[in-house]
């Protein structure tokens, strides 16, 4: 092989290298582009997250607070329910006292 065929042979060689790489690179670009269309669906996607996400938010500030306040409502009721047990309770042992005193001032 003289010096002239080895130079068109790694000159071919360099070339057809340098159109696989083009080619490649050219296959790449084509695959992760993305358009301006898919940009926008993408950023109003985006944007519909975050209004979800703040809703979500205010929906479980809500629900704390709204569990806050019922359980301080069920708090309230079973002191109201206690204090209405015990005045039962005395109204029902001074129904019995004035019974008793009834059948002994019928006694005697």
């Known amino acids: 092989m003289s010096r002239t065929e080895f130079i068109i ?11 696989t790489g083009w080619f490649a690179n050219w296959l790449i670009h084509r695959f992760t582009r993305v358009s301006k269309a898919d940009i926008g669906e993408l ?3 985006a944007q519909e997250l975050h209004e979800a996400e703040e809703t979500r938010d205010q929906a479980i500030t ?17 002191a109201e329910l206690a204090a209405t047990m015990e005045g039962l309770r005395e109204a029902r042992h001074e129904a019995e006292e004035l019974r008793a005193y009834i059948e002994r001032a019928n006694a005697g």
């Open 43 to 45: 950023e109003r996607m």
């Open 62 to 78: 809500y629900l704390q607070q709204r569990e806050a306040e019922l359980t301080n409502q069920l708090a309230q009721a079973e």
């Open 9 to 19: 042979a790694t000159a071919i060689i360099l070339f057809v290298a340098f159109c």
